[in-house]
């Protein structure tokens, strides 16, 4: 069962009564998310702390940590106007990190070509080449507002950011293959940017791990809430380490 049946499951349970939701975005297994809104339409109010009672019958792995009362016509997944994601890799075996950050094993990694190609994705708004099925979309515009890779000072940790209306199936996964294939020197800054201008897939898609990528924030016109960065010990690097970024 995908996490929106399990929290259906537990509103049925908590409220008697049959509840349906709506989240702000689909995302593959094993990936994680450190801010998620979803919506809810409730014929009569509760009279209990529903948060405490969703948090006992809810798995250790999903919490509930804010209700907002809402007029009827927001809708969480096609009002937001932003998608932020952070993506997480660690160079060494450390088994703290198993699930909650992508394990890569590699001699070296040029950093300075993967922050350079990183750059390059907001001057593209067809994103095509990076999606494992886009004619299943009206169309595969994303507007990329900002994307970047930092370091840590010992080259153990990488962390890449991406924000955008939206993404494509598998998207940010693609581009981050792409981004360690061009760090371990078998693929050009060049040739990347070349996918992006002739909206061609490249002839070996080859994903990133999903267990590094978060979706971190999630804006709204009429909500923007910072995330719960604290809920995550890999999110919370960025205050522990020393990040270098173009």
Same mark, same amino acid.
């Not at 994303?142 to 970047?148: N, Q």
């Given at each position: *069962?995908?996490?929106? %049946?399990?929290?259906?499951?537990?509103?049925?349970?908590?409220?008697? $009564?049959?509840?349906?939701?709506?989240?702000?975005?689909? $995302?593959?297994?094993?990936?994680?998310?450190?801010?998620?809104?979803?919506? *809810?339409?409730?014929?009569?109010?509760?009279?209990?702390?529903?948060?405490?009672?969703?948090?006992?019958?809810?798995?250790?792995?999903?919490?509930?940590?804010?209700?907002? &009362?809402?007029?009827?016509?927001?809708?969480?997944?096609?009002?937001?106007?932003?998608?932020?994601? !952070?993506?997480?890799?660690? $160079?060494?075996?450390? &088994?703290?990190?198993?699930? =909650?950050?992508?394990?890569?094993?590699?001699?070296?990694? !040029?950093? +300075?070509?993967?922050?350079?190609?990183?750059?390059?994705?907001?001057?593209?708004?067809?994103?095509?080449?990076?999606?494992?099925?886009?004619?299943?979309?009206?169309?595969? =515009?994303?507007?990329?507002?900002?994307?970047?890779?930092?370091?840590?000072?010992?080259?153990?940790?990488?962390?890449?950011?991406?924000?955008?209306?939206?993404?494509?199936?598998? *998207?940010?996964?693609?581009? *981050?293959?792409?981004?360690?294939?061009?760090?371990?020197?078998?693929?050009?800054?060049?040739?990347?940017?070349?996918?992006?201008?002739?909206?061609?897939?490249? +002839?070996?898609?080859? &994903?990133?791990? &999903?267990? %590094?990528?978060?979706?971190?924030?999630? $804006?709204?016109?009429?909500?923007?809430?910072?995330?719960?960065?604290?809920?995550?010990?890999?999110?919370?690097?960025?205050?522990?380490?020393?990040?270098?970024?173009?």
């Amino acid at each position: *069962m995908n996490v929106q %049946g399990v929290i259906e499951q537990a509103l049925n349970q908590v409220l008697k $009564t049959p509840i349906f939701i709506n989240g702000c975005g689909r $995302t593959d297994a094993r990936v994680h998310a450190s801010q998620f809104f979803f919506h *809810m339409d409730v014929e009569q109010p509760w009279d209990f702390d529903l948060i405490f009672r969703m948090n006992k019958v809810l798995p250790g792995n999903i919490a509930i940590f804010d209700i907002i &009362p809402m007029d009827g016509q927001q809708h969480a997944r096609f009002d937001a106007v932003q998608r932020s994601y !952070d993506y997480f890799i660690h $160079t060494y075996k450390n &088994p703290f990190l198993n699930g =909650l950050s992508s394990f890569y094993l590699v001699d070296k990694l !040029d950093f +300075d070509k993967m922050k350079q190609a990183a750059a390059i994705l907001p001057n593209y708004k067809d994103y095509r080449a990076f999606c494992t099925s886009p004619d299943k979309y009206e169309h595969t =515009l994303c507007y990329v507002r900002s994307a970047s890779l930092s370091v840590d000072e010992n080259g153990d940790h990488l962390r890449f950011q991406i924000s955008s209306n939206r993404f494509l199936s598998k *998207m940010i996964r693609i581009i *981050m293959g792409q981004l360690l294939k061009i760090g371990k020197g078998v693929l050009s800054v060049e040739e990347f940017e070349s996918y992006l201008i002739n909206n061609k897939t490249p +002839d070996l898609i080859t &994903p990133a791990h &999903p267990e %590094g990528l978060y979706l971190s924030k999630v $804006t709204y016109p009429y909500l923007n809430l910072p995330p719960r960065q604290q809920f995550s010990s890999v999110l919370q690097m960025q205050a522990d380490l020393t990040w270098e970024r173009l």
